[in-house]
């Protein structure tokens, strides 16, 4: 079948072009050839507009002796690519534990927030624009739209000057995905820490710069021996870095940071006078139970912003004069309560009203059917 249709390629000169080719002969899948035609397509406007360099693409061509040596290739164009501006992680003893080996320590890396946020800004301006502020227009007018919220109300950023265009609103997002064995019973996970601009639009691949990932195999919940306290720790003191705005002048066990000769000191500036305040904490509601030490969303009393529970103050009552809701959590209620243990409630800002559901997740855990049952019920009762 193949064949025919090879040959009948070859004798219509439109369809007679390499990637066509390679998908007749089975090299690549009909997707694979819709998306390097979507690519070609955007290749050719930037040749009309003067923004492709020719001579790159063709070094590219040539890479591997233009492919006869397929195992230079990737050397090769490691070699090509410019030195980078970007930080490189950072790598610290963390508690883990093995199978064979116990509970050990051994060094993981983390892309510390600050360092990352002040390279965009000096190093990389046009990133800068697309994916952490736009413009200060932009970042008044979020900071206008949340003004008369709760959470802005009992938030510092309302004290800092010039917060309206200086202030960059963050989420820091946390979850697990499979890494191994996917789909199989066996399966193994990853968690991931992330963090993103609020005032950034676009794809989320382009938006969210990762901070940790760690598989969950080797975690460790031990009393002296906490994987994620120690991580949460490092990740806390970056990120209370870009609040304050300035390079730390103490390291993240309160000692005095040592930088380099040709390079920041302590105290100056991270990006030129913008800070950021983490507003969002997202995640699903097994990472909120798990990590960040709430109520779990299965127990009788399973809400960590109001003391809900099955028996006199029912979660489940969606009605505009439910009990819950004259009995929702403010900050010192909420602590009060317990809750704000793990060590991301040391951020500057971040509390019971940071936590923001993962929708993609939660929806399908039941709310919807929740909704339209206690909703259909209260109408049937007017």
Request: proline share 7%; with cysteine.
């Amino acid at each position: 079948m193949f064949l025919n249709l090879c040959e009948s390629i070859v004798f219509e000169p439109m369809w007679d072009t390499p990637t066509v080719m390679m998908w007749a002969w089975g090299v690549i899948s009909p997707q694979i050839l819709q998306h390097i035609m979507f690519l070609f397509i955007a290749d050719i406007a930037c040749a009309e507009q003067n923004r492709l360099n020719k001579k790159t693409v063709r070094r590219l061509a040539a890479l591997g002796t233009e492919g006869r040596h397929g195992n230079n290739i990737h050397h090769e164009l490691l070699n090509m690519m410019p030195e980078t501006k970007m930080p490189k992680p950072h790598s610290f003893l963390t508690p883990l534990r093995h199978n064979v080996l116990g509970f050990i320590n051994r060094g993981v890396d983390m892309i510390l927030p600050h360092e990352l946020f002040a390279a965009l800004y000096h190093y990389y301006p046009q990133a800068w624009l697309d994916r952490i502020c736009p413009s200060a227009e932009t970042c008044r007018r979020f900071w206008g739209a949340v003004r008369g919220s709760v959470q802005f109300m009992t938030h510092p950023v309302r004290h800092r000057p010039n917060f309206m265009t200086r202030c960059i609103p963050l989420t820091l997002h946390g979850d697990g995905t499979p890494v191994v064995g996917i789909g199989k019973a066996w399966g193994r996970l990853m968690d991931i820490w992330s963090w993103t601009s609020i005032l950034a639009t676009g794809p989320t691949i382009l938006r969210a710069f990762m901070v940790f990932c760690l598989h969950t195999a080797i975690q460790c919940v031990r009393a002296g021996h906490n994987t994620l306290d120690v991580v949460f720790k490092k990740m806390a003191w970056s990120f209370t870095a870009m609040w304050v705005g300035k390079w730390p002048t103490h390291d993240w066990n309160g000692g005095p940071m040592h930088y380099p000769a040709r390079g920041p000191s302590g105290g100056d500036d991270l990006a030129g006078g913008f800070f950021c305040a983490i507003w969002a904490l997202i995640g699903d509601l097994d990472y909120w139970r798990a990590y960040l030490r709430l109520p779990n969303s299965t127990s009788n009393t399973p809400c960590a912003i109001c003391p809900c529970n099955v028996s006199d103050c029912p979660w489940y009552d969606f009605r505009t004069h439910a009990v819950w809701l004259g009995r929702i959590y403010d900050t010192a209620a909420w602590t009060a309560a317990g809750m704000g243990m793990c060590v991301l409630f040391t951020i500057p800002g971040v509390t019971n009203h940071s936590l923001h559901p993962d929708w993609m997740h939660a929806k399908h855990l039941g709310t919807d059917k929740v909704l339209h049952n206690n909703g259909h019920i209260e109408y049937l009762n007017r």
